[in-house]
């Protein structure tokens, strides 16, 4: 008898896929046995997820100020667990008072250049090109969102702008997601 080998990430995966069995399926048929399994899922889901970072208080620091028309602009660095601080730039309305109470938004950015995209934030190295494409796409959304009444926090997520991984350890040929995905898998 032959031994079957499996020589693609593919096939290993196949073959995984196929002998392997979820430990915490649902078998019911009613909406009580949803609810029991739900219960169930619930416990296993969160033990599966394993230790959650441990608190660490945010610890802000303002590096820089700006004034800006109708939104004043921080560049902060908050420590979100141990060990890790994360660059942001805090946007707020100009005309809010200390201790006054506004809504809040946590700016996401997507691909690019991080937190300065949406922050209105030229880099050193910005073309006049990429600062086109920011405006005609909306991109400086925190802007926005600040001059129209809310707190805003954006950070940079990994792997973007200040928490970019070295030149040399993505390489030129390589998609820095692509990395810091695998590194974190890793």
């Keep these: 008898m032959a031994v079957i080998r499996r020589l693609s990430f593919l096939d290993t995966i196949e073959a995984w896929r196929s002998s392997w069995r ?18 169930a899922f619930s416990r296993h889901y969160t033990a599966m997820m394993g230790e959650w970072p441990r608190r660490a208080g945010p610890a802000v620091k303002v590096l820089r100020r700006w004034t800006k028309p109708g939104y004043r602009l921080e560049k902060i660095v908050y420590t979100s667990s141990p060990h890790v601080h994360v660059p942001a730039y805090r ?10 109470q506004v809504p809040g938004i946590l700016a996401a950015h997507g691909h690019g250049a991080g937190k300065a995209d949406i922050s209105g934030m030229p880099l050193p190295k910005t073309t006049r090109n990429h600062l086109a494409f920011v405006q005609a796409h909306n991109y400086d959304y925190a802007v926005q969102a600040a001059r ?21 350890y993505i390489r030129t040929w390589r998609d820095a997601c692509d990395v ?6 890793y």
Excluded: N
């Design 22 to 39: 979820p430990d915490c399926a649902f078998h019911g048929r009613t909406a009580g046995d949803f609810r029991k399994w739900r219960k």
């Design 91 to 100: 946007l707020t309305p100009a005309w809010l008072k200390v201790g006054q």
């Design 148 to 168: 129209h009444g809310y707190v805003v926090i954006a950070p940079d997520w990994i792997p973007f702008g200040e928490r970019a991984l070295p030149p040399d």
């Design 180 to 185: 810091a995905s695998m590194a974190s898998l």
